[in-house]
């Protein structure tokens, strides 16, 4: 089983936009999973960003993440995104994606299994 391997983290200055992308191959990005983004502050217990089901069709965010971030997928590219918009210091973390046991995703990190490295993003105030 291959891991994600997670792209576009940075130095960003606040209100700022980056997006991430999540590669992966094989039987982790089989398109009949979701796919999830956590993040992980210095300090800080790693938490639920966003995730999207198998098809795209449907995604969850974490309250704080609504209308500024974005996640979406590509499943001939086996990629997925994650667009993050209006970003304040507080984003600052190391984000993650994972794949799901299921199809649809949820906010509880024991739902995913495979986990790539993470990506670290940066907002400078």
């Known amino acids: 089983q291959v891991q994600p391997v997670e792209s576009g983290g940075g130095l960003v200055q606040a209100g700022g936009s980056v997006r991430l992308s999540c590669v992966a191959s094989?039987?982790?990005?089989?398109?009949?999973?979701?796919m999830g983004w956590f993040r992980q502050a210095p300090g800080l217990e790693r938490e639920f960003v966003a995730a999207?089901?198998?098809?795209?069709?449907?995604?969850i965010y974490a309250d704080s993440m609504k209308g500024r971030f974005t996640t979406s997928r590509d499943n001939a590219k086996n990629t997925v995104y994650l667009q993050m918009n209006s970003l304040k210091p507080e984003d600052t973390a190391v984000y993650y994606c994972?794949?799901?046991?299921?199809?649809?995703?949820?906010?509880?990190?024991?739902?995913?299994?495979?986990w790539g490295q993470g990506t670290q993003v940066t907002v400078s105030s």
């Open positions: 994972a794949r799901g046991k299921y199809g649809s995703g949820t906010a509880h990190e024991y739902d995913y299994d495979s």
């Open positions: 094989g039987r982790t990005f089989s398109s009949s999973y979701a």
């Open positions: 999207v089901s198998w098809s795209g069709s449907f995604t």
